[in-house]
């Protein structure tokens, strides 16, 4: 069974970076895509960016956040991360990381199958 | 892509059927279209993908549909547990442009 479990501070003053790992467990983080998305009752769902990584990584980020966004992983521990920088009170919100089952040989999509439970972050000094 | 869901809520009663729809701002393909189902306080849950395909333990009264710019979900018998947030998701991959997922906002259906 594949879990996948946020976890990172739950409050991050203005200007500063947010970090948050997932880690996930019953799947290899290799050659599988991930994906960060965020919940907020402003913005609802958005997408932040997804990470892939196969011996090489690619990564694509929501091209609203790109300039602030860093996706990571680190296959050692099946883990993969987010950092978002310079963040205000508009990155508030539930972080939740997430399956992404994109078939990079077909170009199927089965959708983001697997999510982790969420984490609220709150940005305030 | 923009994504449009109606209605923003709908009320209906166990046993009835439910229809929501979800409506693109341009063309997409069927491929990368899901439907989720969120409850309070919890992560969406995938329905559908491939705009028509159940996820893994969906029940069979969940079923999707549409082409082009306009989706359906049709819950063909309500249950209680049925209740909850629905949204439409495309996945916005195409040869030569950086794939951008978006969400619509939601549809609610409550218990009338």
């Known amino acids: 069974q594949v879990q996948l479990q946020e976890s990172g501070p739950g409050l991050v003053k203005p200007s500063e970076t947010l970090s948050l790992t997932c880690t996930v467990s019953?799947?290899?983080?290799?050659?599988?895509?991930w994906s960060w998305i965020r919940q907020s009752p402003e913005k609802g769902l958005e997408w932040i960016g997804y990470i892939y990584n196969s011996g090489t990584t690619n990564y694509q980020y929501n091209p609203s956040l790109k300039s602030r966004v860093t996706i990571s992983v680190d296959t050692s521990k099946n883990q993969f991360s987010l950092k978002l920088s310079s963040v205000t009170a508009a990155d508030t919100a539930v972080y939740y990381c997430?399956?992404?089952?994109?078939?990079?040989?077909?170009?199927?999509?089965?959708?983001?199958?697997?999510w982790g439970q969420g984490t609220t972050v709150t940005v305030s000094s | 892509i923009v994504l449009t869901q109606s209605p923003g809520t709908l009320s209906l009663s166990p046993g009835q059927r439910a229809t929501l729809s979800c409506r693109a701002s341009?063309?997409?393909?069927?491929?990368?279209l899901a439907w989720y189902q969120q409850k309070p306080g919890q992560a969406p849950r995938l329905l559908i993908y491939g705009a028509s395909s159940r996820a893994t333990g969906i029940p069979d009264r969940f079923s999707g549909s549409g082409s082009g710019t306009d989706f359906t979900l049709t819950i063909s018998r309500l249950e209680p547990e049925d209740f909850a947030v629905y949204y439409c998701q495309q996945c916005g991959r195409s040869p030569g442009r950086s794939p951008l997922y978006t969400f619509g906002q939601g549809t609610k259906l409550e218990i009338e």
């Open positions: 019953g799947d290899s983080i290799k050659n599988n895509f």
């Open positions: 341009q063309s997409i393909s069927t491929t990368y």
């Open positions: 997430a399956r992404d089952q994109y078939d990079i040989l077909t170009g199927a999509w089965y959708g983001l199958d697997v």
